[in-house]
């Protein structure tokens, strides 16, 4: 029997995790919330900010400072039998060009999780990526990616998410032969996220935030020319919801998109985060500049997502509008640059 009062996150100090884990504060308050985190990107002041931003209180969990690959699942999940266990820690440098280091952090000790999780009958949510889609043939005609579509991927951080969804299929399939019942695991393939708690993220934080930081140092936002790349921009408040509903006992396991559905280009975006910050054109007009050879090998010039399948097997759709989203985001982080002097302090 699971315990009401448990959850276990991983990555709980980075972008997501911190997000999920005031969510989960504000939800369920009696709730003890386990962190695991390695801190090689998160920080305890993401975590702390995001559950003051959920509910204006303090973090009232504990923090495991591990690797996710150092943990004996099989003992804290037995343990602990948490409600549900949130998988949302990972390498996510896109740019990182040491294979074995990015499978080694993303994958292994992945297969054991989900076996602990379904001995313990709990929930498993896991975080994927758009980036295991690679360039699929859905890009050249500009169509929301179905799931089906996904398994070349451009990088190694996609690949990594790619091994991790094989994992979990080949874990779910022997359960079956083996006369069980299909563990309930859900993968989800986060497209491009934007929101609050990206302090820490450095080159890696969204698109919404690099320009925001260069308009509000005064600098013209920098695009690649000629700036009509699209992507599927998702506020992290739904990426938040889509987790929470993947956890939910008539949620049905498997690996989903996660993103808005929409198609955003990136002169659309800076528009929006410029409106945002209360600056007109005129004032932070844009600066074109050519893609480099070295990005422009793996860069996906389309993302959106198709998301049918989320829908059908969870029960849940995005709510929020991306462009308001992102001039809601651009306006929350004005008044906290004015409140800080700084960008590196928001939120922190």
Same mark, same amino acid.
């Given at each position: 029997?699971?315990?009401? %009062?448990?959850y276990?996150?991983?990555?709980?100090?980075?972008?997501?995790?911190? %997000?999920?884990?005031?969510a989960?504060?504000?939800?369920?308050?009696?709730?003890?919330?386990?962190?695991?985190?390695?801190? $090689?990107?998160?920080?305890?002041?993401?975590?702390?900010?995001?559950?003051?931003?959920?509910?204006?209180?303090?973090?009232?969990?504990?923090?495991?400072?591990?690797?996710?690959?150092?943990?004996?699942?099989?003992?804290?999940?037995?343990?602990?039998?948490p409600?549900?266990?949130?998988?949302?820690?990972?390498?996510?440098?896109?740019?990182?060009?040491?294979?074995?280091?990015?499978?080694?952090? %993303?994958?292994?000790?992945?297969?054991e999780?989900?076996?602990?999780c379904?001995?313990?009958?709990?929930?498993?949510v896991?975080a994927?990526?758009?980036?295991?889609?690679?360039?699929?043939?859905?890009?050249?005609?500009?169509?929301?990616?179905?799931?089906?579509?996904a398994?070349?991927?451009?990088?190694?951080?996609?690949f990594?998410?790619?091994?991790?969804?094989?994992?979990?299929?080949?874990?779910a399939?022997?359960?079956?032969?083996?006369?069980?019942?299909?563990p309930?695991?859900?993968?989800?393939?986060?497209? %491009?996220?934007? =929101?609050? =708690?990206?302090?820490?993220?450095?080159?890696?934080?969204?698109?919404? $935030?690099?320009?925001?930081?260069q308009?509000?140092?005064?600098?013209?936002?920098?695009?690649?020319?000629? =700036?009509?790349?699209? $992507?599927?921009?998702?506020?992290?408040?739904?990426?938040?919801?889509?987790?929470l509903?993947?956890?939910?006992?008539?949620?049905?396991p498997g690996?989903?998109?996660?993103?808005?559905?929409?198609?955003?280009?990136?002169?659309?975006?800076c528009a929006?985060?410029?409106?945002?910050?209360?600056?007109?054109?005129?004032?932070?007009?844009?600066?074109?500049?050519?893609?480099?050879?070295?990005?422009?090998?793996?860069?996906?010039?389309?993302?959106?997502?198709?998301?049918t399948?989320?829908?059908?097997?969870? =029960?849940?759709?995005p709510?929020r509008?991306?462009?308001?989203?992102?001039?809601?985001?651009g306006?929350?982080?004005?008044?906290?640059?004015?409140?800080?002097?700084?960008?590196?302090?928001?939120?922190?």
């Amino acid at each position: 029997m699971s315990n009401p %009062n448990g959850y276990i996150v991983t990555g709980g100090c980075g972008f997501v995790g911190a %997000n999920l884990v005031g969510a989960l504060q504000k939800r369920d308050p009696g709730a003890r919330v386990i962190v695991v985190d390695d801190f $090689r990107s998160g920080s305890f002041t993401v975590l702390t900010s995001a559950c003051d931003r959920a509910s204006g209180e303090a973090f009232r969990g504990e923090v495991v400072p591990e690797p996710v690959h150092a943990i004996d699942w099989t003992a804290l999940v037995g343990l602990e039998a948490p409600k549900a266990v949130f998988h949302m820690g990972a390498i996510t440098d896109t740019t990182l060009s040491d294979e074995a280091e990015m499978i080694r952090a %993303n994958v292994t000790g992945f297969e054991e999780m989900l076996e602990a999780c379904d001995d313990a009958d709990a929930p498993l949510v896991y975080a994927s990526s758009a980036a295991t889609y690679g360039t699929p043939p859905e890009t050249r005609s500009h169509e929301p990616f179905p799931e089906p579509s996904a398994g070349r991927p451009d990088n190694v951080y996609g690949f990594s998410k790619w091994v991790m969804e094989n994992t979990h299929r080949r874990f779910a399939e022997r359960r079956v032969r083996e006369g069980g019942r299909t563990p309930h695991a859900v993968g989800l393939r986060f497209f %491009n996220v934007f =929101g609050a =708690g990206e302090e820490k993220k450095a080159h890696m934080a969204s698109m919404a $935030r690099q320009l925001a930081e260069q308009m509000l140092r005064g600098d013209r936002p920098r695009l690649f020319a000629p =700036g009509d790349q699209v $992507r599927d921009q998702v506020p992290v408040e739904d990426v938040v919801d889509c987790v929470l509903a993947g956890a939910e006992p008539g949620a049905t396991p498997g690996v989903y998109n996660l993103g808005s559905g929409r198609a955003t280009s990136f002169n659309e975006l800076c528009a929006a985060v410029r409106e945002g910050l209360g600056f007109s054109e005129a004032e932070r007009a844009n600066e074109y500049f050519a893609m480099p050879e070295r990005i422009r090998a793996f860069y996906q010039t389309f993302t959106q997502a198709d998301m049918t399948a989320a829908r059908e097997g969870l =029960g849940w759709s995005p709510t929020r509008d991306p462009l308001e989203s992102l001039r809601d985001y651009g306006r929350w982080l004005r008044a906290h640059h004015e409140g800080s002097g700084s960008l590196d302090k928001v939120g922190a």
